[in-house]
DNA sequence: TCTGGGGTCCTAGGACCC
DNA sequence: TCTGGGGTCCTAGGACCC
């Protein structure tokens, strides 16, 4: 039986959110940035785009191109906040809803056909709810998967609404340049066009077997996704796996090569890791500091340790002990400092380290450090 | 003062083991 | 009197996404 996929995709989601609660900003040009400084637009509103103004572009050059631009800093628990109050509403129309990201949800409606009367009903009830409970407009694509769906929401923006039913979609995909297609980047487009292949009609028809001697493992799938091919299924918040990796990086107001300013960096960025880790059960054994030079040159260095370790203390420890562990020949503009082979259960090595006791202190620090500020507790002996 | 921050997945070479 | 070979771990780097 065909499956019946949703993808809802809100619009502008950041600044839409500040415009609804702040009416100076209706009708004018504004987007939400980082900082105010060295950062880039993360959303812009439709009054914006027609001056060129795009996510991820530098502020410096967003006001070049729009001097009137508004720019609000970003609240992000505000966005998570309302987020979640968005995916609840989803969540009364089918138990299958996956987050996609944090604008972004998928939904299995299949069964839901049962108690609606159509995809269209469903899709136009979405948006009236939400629009009736946060005042934010999204659009959605309704399809036979979950690569069609997320095709559907992009063709019509904002407030949006596009069904694409099985027997168009040869129609549709013919002349689609393949970089629409979500998993298609620049570079991945370009290499297509190197051996003619510009439309997904083109990319469906070209022998797999070409595609996955050029491409290896994901060549199979390049030939689904020209075809309009989707298997993959929608996975639910509550069937999630677990995080691979969790980190943290921030870009310094200016470039530095002050080590005692470096090490403050990492041990904050350190702080703010762990507590997440424990936040969420995690253990982990595997450190990665990511550096950044004035010159843009980026790289990250990782070890592997031999014990799960998330305490900050520790995280610390080692992402230092990287960081000098290489040269560094030009200033610092961004440091990193993430964890990987996380692992969720206990861990026996560490019994004798009267571990529970350990841990309730760290948890004590996260309830202190949660009401007063990321700095309020830490580590005397790095002072 | 051009270029944020948080993720996932894939590849490829070297070490190491049987 | 060269150069096996498979499997896994570790590390670095890149593509892609929002």
Known sequence: MDRVILHIDMDAFFISVEQRDNPALRGKPAAVCGSLSRSVITSANYEARPFGIRAGMPIQEAKRKCPQLILVRGNHSKYTETSARIFSILKEFTPLVEVASIDEAYLDITDSLLLFRSSLHIAKLIKKRVWEK????????????????????????????????????????????????????????????????????????????????????????????????????????????????????????????????????LLHLSERVSKRMRKEGYYGSRVVLTIRYSDFYTFSKQKTLSRWMNSGNEIFRHSVEIFESIPHPKPVRLLGVGMSLLKKEWCQQDLFENREKKDHLLKAMDRVNEKFGDWTLTWAELY
């Open 134 to 265: 946060e005042k934010l407009t999204c659009s959605i694509g309704v399809a036979p998967n979950k690569l069609l769906a997320k095709l559907g929401s992009r063709i019509k923006k904002p407030d949006g609404l596009t069904i694409i039913e099985k027997e168009k979609v040869p129609e549709i995909l013919e002349d689609l340049p393949v970089s629409k297609l979500h998993g298609i980047g620049p570079k991945l487009a370009e290499t297509l066009k190197s051996i003619n292949i510009f439309t997904c009609g083109q990319l469906g028809r070209f022998p797999v077997s070409f595609l996955i001697k050029r491409f290896g493992v994901i060549g199979e799938r390049l030939h689904e996704m020209g075809l309009g091919l989707d298997e993959s299924p929608v996975i639910p918040f509550d069937q999630e796996e677990d995080a691979k990796s969790i980190s943290h990086s921030i870009t310094l107001e200016e470039d530095t090569s002050d080590l005692d300013r470096l090490r403050k960096v």
